[in-house]
């Protein structure tokens, strides 16, 4: 059975820093693309990033410059590196994991960006 798990979000200052990870209990090359999204309350879940197999990322519009998304096949893990936080970033994030008909989701994790 595959799961992804995040790791613990949290409450960050405006400008600053966070580090998400998934660790997925499969390969992680098993899929075709690995994704990052993110959904507020009062927002449909939006696209963040994501990295294909060969390893190119694409970000949406409104973290290019700030976020990265990077992976480790070694510990099956992705990450996303977000910086220069703002607070309209404070959302729930979620990793997927996709190879169709295969998509596999994390279970969110709250990422709050407040002074």
């Known amino acids: 059975q595959v799961q992804l798990v995040e790791s613990r979000g949290g409450l960050v200052a405006p400008w600053g820093s966070l580090r998400l990870s998934c660790a997925v209990s499969?390969?992680?090359?098993?899929?075709?693309?690995l994704y990052w999204y993110r959904q507020t309350p009062i927002k449909e879940r939006d696209f963040v990033a994501n990295?294909?197999?060969?390893?190119?990322?694409y970000y949406g519009d409104s973290v290019k410059g700030r976020f990265t998304i990077s992976r480790d096949g070694a510990k099956n893990t992705l990450y996303l590196q977000m910086n220069n936080l703002k607070p309209e970033d404070t959302a729930v994030y979620y990793c997927?994991?996709?190879?169709?008909?295969?998509?596999?989701w994390g279970q969110g994790t709250q990422v709050t960006v407040s002074s």
């Open positions: 997927n994991a996709k190879k169709v008909p295969e998509d596999y």
């Open positions: 499969v390969n992680l090359f098993r899929f075709n693309t």
């Open positions: 990295i294909t197999t060969n390893g190119f990322p």
